[in-house]
Nanobody, 118 residues
Framework: QVQLVESGGGLVQAGGSLRLSCQASGSIRSINRMGWYRQAPGKQRELVATITTGGTTDYADSVKGRFTISRDNAKNAAYLQMNSLKPEDTAVYYC????????????WGQGTQVTVSS
């Protein structure tokens, strides 16, 4: 069994910062791509940022220059540093990872709420 657990969400004023963490646990052999997605009320889930095992990153245009994704391969963890937050960043943020156990599967965390007040 594999679990992804996010933490670090909360309420912050516009212009503030938050750091999200994602911890993977279970019978993990390796983790390939890790990413953060978000879903605002009434909207579809969207990609925020991804990072490969080697550290190559990709970002949605809406967060470029404000958010930074990173990972710690030794800890099976990923992080999302969010700066200069805007009210439109308000959403539930989900961690996603491609994880190899005996087979390779795509896993999601339960989500963490981020609310940015104006």
């Amino acid at each position: 069994q594999v679990q992804l657990v996010e933490s670090g969400g909360g309420l912050v004023q516009a212009g503030g910062s938050l750091r999200l963490s994602c911890q993977a646990s279970g019978s993990i052999r390796s983790i390939n791509r890790m990413g953060w997605y978000r879903q605002a009320p009434g909207k579809q889930r969207e990609l925020v940022a991804t990072i490969t095992t080697g550290g190559t990153t990709d970002y949605a245009d809406s967060v470029k220059g404000r958010f930074t994704i990173s990972r710690d391969n030794a800890k099976n963890a990923a992080y999302l540093q969010m700066n200069s937050l805007k009210p439109e960043d308000t959403a539930v943020y989900y961690c996603n990872a491609e994880i190899r156990t005996w087979v390779t599967g795509n896993y999601w965390g339960q989500g963490t709420q981020v609310t940015v007040s104006s």
